[in-house]
């Protein structure tokens, strides 16, 4: 917060002509001297967000509702925009605004821009399983230059929200399960998009969303219920959203779903009493997608006013699509219902956040025509989306170390759904990504190997799923078995086969739960012709969630995880199936062997009855027709080459709560080739007020290491790092034994114990 705070003193200067600012250099002064002139009209427009409906470069909307809305933009009634992008739209609607209006005030442009503008980077689940915090700070910094280049100001990322249930489609759009890796995942994407500095016009403000819990919809159905403990809440979902905020995100956004029968747009505890109050957030809070509006079916408002009222009361100071705030707040206020103060503050962060972001001094600053034309889809975009990209691919199986390939191999098959396809590596949410502009895996594979080897390709099957709408998948032939027989001449004789399945783009993403989470269509009958001909198979995944493999996994050889990876793909992945880049990518995500087993999570708590009964009898915590552990588990990840870990030495058996604890370990990289490990760190309370997870990643590295070098890994942790929400409400760690783990993934690991000695927390 305190860069927060120290960027609003040094961007105060305002518009010269507009004759609202004066120059003075305080902008929370400035900021008042504005609201003094605001009527409570103006204050109220300014929390009214509206999406772009009509064209605002073309000719004015012929329906009365664009009128309406055009009207508003012109008379100051509206705050922010979203969905208007480009420097010819952002700049004609600003100068509708900003010259029309009393205030002259400018309006914030937001826009979801999450992973990539147009150089599109991996899906951020993707990038996640690339544990390495300077890619992601780096893609996050891309797409920031790329949005600020074409007239926009804010994205509405990252979503911080934990998954633990691959049936939800927006699992592809976050970190994954844990709360560590999501909390500096979170805190690496805000740097990447603001900067140090959001004035400037290639940064741009982020937004931590959505708060809170909406990951845990029940039964992974988007905008279900969330039905979560506080346990949860405080241990495992909020801690992320503290880390965005701890990095200076300037907005924070709430969800759709109901926390404990509250809807979180309406709930006060969590925005006003947690988020502004106890840990002092001064940016501004916006609605989700009309989920002001949404408060009446949830059935907690009766109507839009008392929406309205709900909504402004708990904290959500923009109102996003649902126009509660304009009908309804000056009525409220008129009434005495909502005290003016409310309203105030709210606008007070409104205004703050287009000061910081230099708008006063000129609101056009992200306007320039140039830079939009130079820096967009760059060479050197590209470049770094191709890099990005390989760090996400997570090796899944490598029986026999089929791969890497060589390039000079006689004949390879490239088989699938996928193969081809320029699209479904774009993935979900894909901003400003244009249609089909990906590199595929066959043209990847075809640079890769130029002329030494023959390429056979063979589409074989379609994917067998429309997700666009549900209408379109309904009306689909799943069953199309003709390219099977193309499919399986081609795989014949060939020296190794690359099968390319999955998912395709919208399959998953926002509103696309899905209760199999296996291969759809007839991808499960093709790759079995394929291997009764040929068994020396490479599968390469693209998908924007977990899959259930245990199938897949039984049958091929080889398995690479490649997610959605953006625009360079294609050549991302041939770089790893022939060895230019030796796959270091670690799961964010169990992978379940089934999807009954969901949710399933590493870090889940013991239970009473943890273990097989001692007298062979059911009666334990388990399925009896499956294991309970997943197929690949959290922080799974091979290489090319192999890593052993020596034993763990403490530094200290005990330590007081004011010492610190140095767990180290020796990497050596024990194989042929160079290559990155994530050496990951564990711990688990043994004993606790409340019950406490098996293991919690506390810390990581990664760390690259030469054929046969050696290195010494040290961590060092302190009771800061042990603390957690406790049964009396307090964030601290209590005294007592612990087992601290480290390895090359949360199942396989070395443990060693120490205790925290009675005392207290020091702050
Ligand atoms: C999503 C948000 C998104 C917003 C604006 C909503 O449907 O839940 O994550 O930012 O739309 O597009």
Redesign the pocket.
């Known amino acids: 917060m305190r860069t927060v705070i120290t960027l609003l003193f040094v961007f105060a200067c305002f518009l010269s002509t507009a004759p609202v600012f004066g120059a003075e250099p305080d902008a929370m002064k400035q900021v008042d001297v504005l609201m003094n002139k605001m009527t409570l009209t103006e204050k109220i427009g300014q929390l009214n967000q509206y999406s772009s409906t009509f064209d605002i470069t073309g000719p004015p909307p012929a329906d009365e509702a664009g009128q309406a809305r055009l009207e508003h933009i012109r008379s100051g009634q509206v705050g922010s925009m979203?969905?208007v992008v480009g420097v010819a739209a952002t700049r004609r609607a600003q100068e509708l605004a900003v010259k029309n209006s009393r205030l002259g005030i400018p309006m914030l442009f937001g826009f979801?821009v999450i992973h990539g503008y147009q150089t599109m980077f991996p899906i951020p689940l993707a990038e996640a399983a690339s544990w390495d915090m300077a890619a992601v700070e780096q893609s996050a910094r891309i797409a920031a230059v790329e949005a600020g280049a074409a007239g926009l100001h804010w994205t509405?990322a990252p979503?911080v929200d934990i998954s633990r249930d691959a049936r939800w489609g927006r699992v592809m759009e976050g970190a994954g399960e844990d709360p560590y890796l999501n909390a500096i995942v979170a805190a690496a994407r805000v740097r990447g998009f603001q900067g140090d500095d959001l004035s400037k016009p290639d940064t741009i403000a982020a937004c931590a969303?959505?708060f809170a819990a909406y990951g845990f919809a029940e039964a992974g159905r988007d905008y279900n219920t969330a039905e979560i403990s506080d346990d949860t809440l405080f241990n495992v979902v909020l801690p992320p959203f503290k880390a965005a905020v701890d990095a200076g995100v300037a907005t924070v956004?709430n969800?759709?779903n109901e926390v404990n029968g509250i809807p979180v747009t309406a709930d006060e505890r969590l925005q006003r009493q947690l988020l502004k109050g106890e840990w002092g957030f001064e940016g501004m809070v916006v609605s989700?997608?009309g989920s002001i509006g949404e408060l009446m079916p949830h059935g907690v408002a009766a109507d839009l006013k008392q929406a309205a009222h709900l909504a402004i009361t708990a904290g959500s100071d923009m109102d996003?699509e649902s126009s509660a705030y304009l009908k309804h707040l000056p009525e409220l206020v008129k009434a005495g219902l909502v005290d003016e103060k409310i309203i105030d503050d709210a606008v007070r962060r409104v205004l703050l956040l287009k000061a910081k972001l230099g708008l006063f001094e000129d609101p056009y600053r992200y306007c320039d025509a140039q830079r939009e034309k130079e820096v967009i889809y760059s060479e050197s975009h590209q470049a770094a989306a191709r890099d990005v990209a390989r760090k996400s691919i997570v090796l899944l199986k490598n029986k026999d170390n089929l791969l890497p390939l060589k390039k000079d191999m006689g004949v390879l098959a490239v088989i699938g759904p996928l193969a081809d396809d320029k699209d479904a590596p774009l993935g979900s949410w894909r901003g400003k990504g244009v249609t089909d502009s990906a590199v595929s895996l066959l043209a990847g594979i075809k640079a890769a190997v130029g002329k030494n080897v023959t390429v056979r390709y063979a589409q074989g099957a379609t994917l067998g799923v429309g997700t666009r709408s549900f209408v379109e998948e309904l009306s689909l032939n799943h069953d199309d078995r003709s390219g099977i027989k193309a499919a399986v001449e081609a795989a014949r004789g060939a020296d190794t086969v690359i099968m390319a399945l999955g998912e395709e783009a919208f399959q998953s993403g926002?509103g696309r739960s899905q209760v199999e989470i296996g291969l759809k269509g007839v991808q499960m009958d093709l790759l079995k012709a394929v291997h009764a001909v040929n068994p020396n198979i490479v599968v390469v995944l693209s998908n924007g969630r977990p899959l259930v493999l245990t199938e897949i996994n039984d049958m091929v050889p080889a398995l690479v995880e490649a997610w959605h990876l953006g625009s360079q793909s294609g050549h991302a992945v041939a770089d790893v199936l022939f060895g230019d880049h030796n796959p270091s990518g670690k799961l964010p995500m169990s992978f379940p062997r089934h999807v009954g087993q969901l949710p399933l999570y590493y870090n889940h708590k013991k239970t009473g009855r943890p273990g097989p009964d001692p007298g062979g009898l059911v009666f334990w915590s388990h399925y009896t027709d499956m294991p309970n552990s997943p197929l690949f588990p959290f922080g799974f990840g091979l290489s090319y080459t192999t890593f052993d870990y020596g034993d763990i030495a403490l530094s200290n058996k005990e330590i007081a709560f004011d010492e610190k604890l140095t767990i180290t370990t020796t990497l050596t990289n024990t194989g042929k080739h160079s290559g990155a490990e994530v050496v990951q760190l564990y711990v688990r309370d043994l004993v606790g007020s409340r019950t406490r997870p098996v293991k919690e990643l506390k810390g990581f590295q990664k760390i690259t290491l030469a054929a046969g070098a050696s290195q010494k890994v040290s961590f060092t942790i302190d009771s800061n790092d042990l603390a957690f929400y406790t049964r009396d409400g307090q964030w601290r760690a209590e005294p007592g034994e612990f087992v601290v783990f480290i390895g090359t993934n949360s199942r396989d690991v070395q443990e060693a114990r120490f205790t925290l000695k009675q005392g207290r927390q020091l702050n």
Do not use: A, I, T, V
């Open positions: 979203l969905n979801d509405f979503m969303k959505h956004m969800g759709f989700d997608w996003m926002e």
